[in-house]
């Protein structure tokens, strides 16, 4: 006897090839919209409900099937303006409320209507602010009477410091530039050759450090701030009102010369270990290794008595009559609060300056500038840049 075999094979079991166009689970359309559960109709009760529906924002239902109530174009998980969302670039999916901002290139990545404006350091001067952004240019607002706004030179730099009506910056090239009051020669006797690596700007004096520990001191002389400058190498230099100081190298040791009316100059502490020194008009402040601080000179308004002695402190910074320093994070400033000068935002800083009668500190988290105090300039009124469709208004 012979026998004979038949397979059989039906689409869609394991035992045989699946044919084309066949299927053995059935696409059933319940609400009759034209899509099935399984053609991704995620409400097959609901007629209005498919995928590609119109889906009105503010109705907490999802009639397009997107998982979104109102329509998200770019499935970033926020529905567009367009339908009465909060996504202001619904064909750009890194593009939506919970992106990240970047600075300066004109675009609003958080949908927050600005281009956020971050910064890598900033100064405060009598009645001006000067800072530079993340893309290293300067940008200064406030008072312009002799130019320290209006002057502030194009190019790239690295560092930035603002004197009582001038400033003076080091470019990236690790050149010098002065502007604004040049009554003293604040600018027109600024080093015009040199690698610099520090700069400050005093009241109406000046001083660098150049890339071999050398320092060099210009403007106003009358008290011997400019002419008594040491020359043995230093890390870090201060001009105040009538007085000029520096930290030695390799001990940290303080030197200070010119006005002592106060004893600004006679009271610079013996030992050695400093970092750093800022000065006011007629108060110095001596920052040591540990981020423990010493200040002497004229105490008249608190000058000498930081918000926390102990520290340790990351940075401090003085104008006139008061300084601003970091400490665990925090903005603390002391001595003269006339106009709020001392009254920093709750915030966490990466640095905070002090001016005459404003301070101003970057903000750790985002590298915003927040000013506080007196803004009867515009000094504390730090630039925004709106968007308008794709594109920032100037922000000078």
Known sequence: MRWLTIGLFVAG???????????????????????????????????????????????????????????DYDRDGYAGTLSGGVDCDDENNEINPEAAD??????????????????KAVSAGEGHTCAISTIDEIVCWGNDDVGQVSQAPKGKFTAIDAGKEFNCAIGTDLSLTCWGDDRFGMVSQAPAT???????????????????????????????????????PVISIAAGGGHTCAVTSPDGFIDCWGNDDEAQVGLAPSLGDYLAVALGDMHSCGMREDGSLYCWGLGNFGQLEPAD????YNGINSSDNHT????????????????????????????????????????????????WGETNQGQSDVPVAPISGTTTTQYE
């Open 194 to 232: 040199g690698s610099w690596v520090q700069v400050s700007a005093g009241h109406e004096h000046a001083c660098a450090i150049n890339n071999t520990g050398h320092a060099d001191c210009w403007g106003n002389d009358a008290d011997g701030q400019v002419a008594g400058t040491i020359s043995s």
């Open 13 to 71: 079991c394991g035992g045989g090839p699946e044919i084309p166009g066949t299927s053995t689970t059935l696409a059933v359309d319940a609400d009759g919209d034209g899509y099935a559960s399984s053609e991704g109709d995620c409400d097959d009760d609901n007629a209005l409900a498919f995928p590609g529906a119109a889906d009105a924002f503010g109705d907490d239902i999802d009639t397009n099937c997107d998982q979104v109530d109102g329509e």
């Open 324 to 371: 601003c320093g970091v400490e665990f994070g925090r903005a603390e400033c002391w001595g003269v609060n006339t106009d709020a000068q001392l009254t920093a935002p709750k915030d966490q800083f990466a640095s905070a300056v002090a001016g005459w009668s404003h301070s101003c500190g970057i903000k750790s988290s985002d590298r915003t500038i927040v000013c």
């Open 309 to 312: 002695s102990a520290g340790p």
């Open 102 to 119: 970047i600075g300066w290139n004109g675009v609003d990545e958080d949908c927050d209507h600005f281009d956020i404006l971050d910064w």
